[in-house]
């Protein structure tokens, strides 16, 4: 099991980390009391192969419960169980802005405490849970987008590998796709459906995919596609989008489109983003 603690200053983003960690493939618990987190790791063990990556945000709304979040870090250490923290951090005034801006309380702010002491009194709190933290960002002065990309280079490497592709394939005569971010028509390429050897097959029969692919027109089409996608998607990796959905077209969904679906899903492989393909209309008759 991975296990991750995410902590830090309130108003740091880990509403927002632990929004991308579940993107990532993370099982997020969020506002957990430190003494609970012992008892939920031996729940999660049992589970099998469901929660293999758990992160678990656990901060100073829990109270006079979050005081004993030391004692539970050591317990968790002398039970050998592998864990990992990871701590937002964000400017004093930085805060202060983000709470005016959002208008909600801080949870150590009382009515005879300021914002700024609150802010001050729940970074005295955090000091050693910081210095024993694996992982700290500064969320300070970056985006949304920026974080998970943080995110995704320390549990991943590369934000390739969070951003998950679909590459669909679908018949216009079906209806259009409504889902994808990406559409390409594809039935301007040659046909097998008029074929009477190929009509009853489908793009993931090799015949299918040669005949289609025997042309020079096909082979452009492909050659600048794959050059516009080359270019695309890792802008799209780059913005923090996790999903990306890319269908292609044709008229029945059987062939033209099932092939470039397969054909991009494997190019995009080789470039090590983490693809699959979905055919929506290939069963149909």
Do not use: W
Request: net charge negative; hydrophobic share 40%; charged share 25%.
């Amino acid at each position: 099991m991975e296990l991750l603690i995410v902590t830090g200053m309130s108003g740091a983003g880990k509403s927002q980390a632990a929004n991308a960690l579940e993107d990532m493939g993370f099982y997020c618990v969020d506002n957990i009391p430190p003494t609970i987190i012992p008892n939920f790791i031996d729940l999660a063990s049992r589970s099998g192969e469901k929660l293999k990556r758990i992160a678990i945000v656990t901060d100073v709304r829990g109270g006079n419960l979050f005081s004993e979040i030391s004692d539970v870090l050591d317990e968790l250490n002398t039970n050998n169980i592998d864990f990992k923290i990871l701590f937002l951090d964000a400017a004093d005034e930085v805060l202060i802005h983000r709470y005016k801006e959002n208008r909600r309380k801080h949870p150590l702010s009382f009515d005879e405490i300021s914002l700024a002491d609150a802010v001050k009194a729940e970074r005295e709190m955090l000091i050693s849970l910081r210095n024993r933290a694996d992982f700290i960002i500064d969320t300070s002065y970056i985006s949304i987008a920026q974080l998970k990309a943080k995110l995704s280079d320390i549990f991943f490497g590369s934000v390739s590998n969070v951003l998950k592709i679909h590459c669909k394939s679908f018949g216009f005569k079906y209806g259009a796709d409504t889902e994808a971010d990406l559409v390409f028509d594809v039935r301007c390429l040659p046909n097998p459906f008029y074929v009477e050897d190929l009509k009853h097959k489908t793009g993931l029969d090799s015949l299918v995919r040669e005949y289609v692919m025997n042309s020079k027109d096909s082979e452009e089409f492909l050659k600048r596609l794959c050059s516009f996608l080359d270019c695309a998607v890792p802008l799209y990796a780059k913005e923090g989008k996790s999903q990306l959905t890319i269908a292609f077209g044709c008229t029945g969904g059987k062939h033209r489109s099932v092939t470039f679906a397969e054909l991009i899903c494997n190019h995009l492989k080789e470039q090590n983003y983490n693809c699959v393909t979905v055919h929506r209309d290939i069963h149909k008759r």
